[in-house]
């Protein structure tokens, strides 16, 4: 009986153990996907706790079942859970698992303004990327250009510079436009005679990041970018076809349609973005002159790209743009013109601009790039009882050496850029001037705690002009990367810059131009500066939570700015200093996302012994952005935005003011339908005073400090085909 009684025993033990599940789980980064171990596996079922050895495997035994929820979680990467559901007819299962970085934004984030395809958090330079998820949300609000975009990052405004045509310059850390650089894929394209349209001419579905630099980057671009710079890098095509379209209307008469197509196949791939932008006179606070233009705009931007083989690699683009832009008495632009209604801006604009970058890799580390670009404009300014047109022709010539390793960085090259600007009566504003640079960077990790980037610069500028002296420029730079712990980080630098006198400024824009006379560069000092700049990022993950702080201090001071004082160009008797902070806090629970923003600008100018605030520079500025989005299915926002008091150029103050928004977009696999309401309170700069003194028929606009279209409602639809 006992021998039964003991096979019996043997027999259920065997069956059990014959019948016994067992899951092969590999756990790997998504990005690097090298295996993770000391991950913490838990079946939520029995509470049974298991963890990855180092090559990131483990084995799990357990009894029969139908499935199994696995929770699997480490410090640094969310956490993730499958549910198993296994098959009766096998015993065995294989599972891979892909575990994502809390910080996936910044992790995959390769940034392309310092040239060594370093990932954000392993530069020492402090560069702020708008990834391709937010440019999408951002897209949606204001198709129709990135200004929006733009304004709504912390520490960059978008300053108006024309009332009834739109026109407007931007800002970086309470600094005017010229002194910041706009570029495209590295190549400055949107300079002088652009004035206030650049930001105004550039759809953001071409895009995939934007890249800002703030403070000094005159090392890589040379001296103009004083304030900072804006680098938009376009898509590129993939093997894998995509064909996107955007349809967009909204209640102040605007209209937008959009359509991107990139595709590669084997050796030539391809990128075509084509775009029109349509906006009826809008002119919500019944005064007559309209506070969005009517504007009709077509672009047209063609790339090809070529991969020669594994280590040569080009593209060419060509990017136009053709705009009517009409501001002003609306019954003038609706062809009504009489005695009283005629005061009409006509802006008509055509720009082409062709881009070349050829890459050569030597070996795995070091490559050759050249680049190229010419740009044409051609701009009419018509007003009333005055006209100023010109045509613009400026070039942009590079041959670079980048070395790239884990610990050291080279980048090394020689530049060339010209512009030359002829107006159509040569008596006027004739302008031009070229500069040569070499420069040098070396990015070297000395160790895990700290990174430096060092830079020189050596530029020689010629002005188009007789009796001119021509300058060298010495233009160093310096940035520190120093790594706490995992979770905090800090970096802190700065450098010299310089812009050569420029009769593109704001002021002059203001005027249209109108009597304005030529530089004079044989009695006009070159605008110096040097500034600082230092940070602190603090980053926490707890299960589904995770918080993001960022706080940044500044300090740029420009000698010799540039004015215009009557109808000449003058140099200022001081200097322009710029300070502040910036906060950046970004939280995420799960679904939910917010982001808050808070920037103190105190620019001031020191002219003549006394301090006076730069005028039109909000030194309060907050903002605040609630996300709720389900992935590809869902998405919700909220956001709002402060700005303080202002001083205006007449020695009065602006009013501070709260803008709302709200955004709901539904997406499915190929198409997605939206709907934003920008200035939900409709706060309107004419709800508190005019914007013009005088009559309609000669009026003399006043700064404009808050919105003028009041709110704005768009919808539309996004069909994509990937």
Sequence with gaps: MFRMYGVVFFLLFAIMGFSQQTIFVTVIDSITHNPIGNVTIRDSSNNKM???????????KLLPVDSVLLVIKIFGYKTKKIHLFLQKTSTETSLLVILTPVFTEINEVIVQSTRTNRSQKENPTRIEAIAADELDEKGTMKPGDIRMLLNESTGITTQTTSSVSGLASLRIEGLDGRYTQILKDGMPLYTGFSGGLGILQIAPLDLKQVEFIKGSASTLYGGGAIAGLVNLVTKIPTEKPELSFLLNANSGKGLDANAFYGARKKKI???IFASYNYNGSYDPAGTGLTAIPKTNRITLNPKL???????????????????????GDIAAINGNT????????????????????ITHSIDEYSKLIFKNSIGFLNRQLILPTTRFSGKQWSTFSEASYVYHKNIMDWVAGLNESTENFHPADTT??????STVGAFVQ????????????????????TPATKNHANKLYLLPRLNALIRFSPNMTSRIGGGLGYKMPTPFIDEAEKTAYQNILPINFGVLNTEKSYGINADINYRMHIEEFTLNVNQLFFYTRVDNPILLQGFTFENAPGFLATDGAETNLKITLEELALYLGYSYTNAVQHYNGQEIMQPLTARHRLNADLTYEIENSFRFGLEAFYTGKQQLTNGSTGKSYT???????KMWKHFSVFINVENLTDQRQTKWGSIYQGNITRPVFTDVYAPLDGRIINAGIKIKVK
């Design 659 to 665: 803008t709302f928004g709200v955004l709901a977009q």
């Design 428 to 433: 006027k504003l004739t302008y031009g001037q």
């Design 305 to 327: 790209f070529l991969y020669f083989n594994s280590r040569t690699t080009a593209w060419f683009g060509v990017n136009t743009t053709f705009e009517d832009r009409y501001g």
């Design 269 to 271: 791939g391809t990128t």
């Design 50 to 60: 298991l963890v990855t050895d180092d090559s990131g495997h483990f084995v799990y």
């Design 338 to 357: 009489d005695n009283i209604h005629q005061y009409v801006e006509h802006n008509k604009t055509a720009r082409v601009s062709t881009q070349l970058s």
């Design 442 to 461: 070396n990015t070297f990790k000395i160790s895990k705690w700290l990174s430096i980037e060092s830079g020189i610069r050596l530029d020689y500028s």
